[in-house]
Nanobody, 115 residues
């Protein structure tokens, strides 16, 4: 079955960096675009970044452009989100996602940015 397992979250100070990873299994990873979303309590999940199946093209939410980089390793079935210059507004649970017949989500990884 489809599994997405995020890792790499944690607590950092403003201006810090984190690298999130998502290990995927149960589908042909290299055939599908991948996405990172984030969610704060009481709010909808927000699309943060997307990457095409080959990794050639990426897209970012305006709020993270220039600070976050999405990448993927199709040999390792992983997708990463490198986050720089973190600020408290980036605090959220981060999820990776793939759209097959429906959207699949991982369990999420908490990112907390505070002084």
């Amino acid at each position: 079955q489809v599994q997405l397992v995020e890792s790499g979250g944690g607590s950092v100070q403003p201006g810090g960096s984190l690298r999130l990873s998502c290990a995927a299994s149960g589908f042909t990873f290299s055939d599908y675009p991948m996405y990172w979303y984030r969610q704060t309590p009481g709010n909808k999940r927000e699309l943060v970044a997307a990457i095409t199946s080959t990794g050639t093209n990426t897209n970012y939410a305006d709020s993270v452009k220039g600070r976050f980089t999405i990448s993927r390793d199709n040999a390792e079935n992983t997708v990463h989100l490198q986050m720089f210059s973190l600020n408290p507004e980036d605090t959220a649970v981060y999820y990776c996602s793939v759209e097959l017949r429906r959207n699949y989500w991982g369990q999420g990884t908490q990112v907390t940015v505070s002084p």
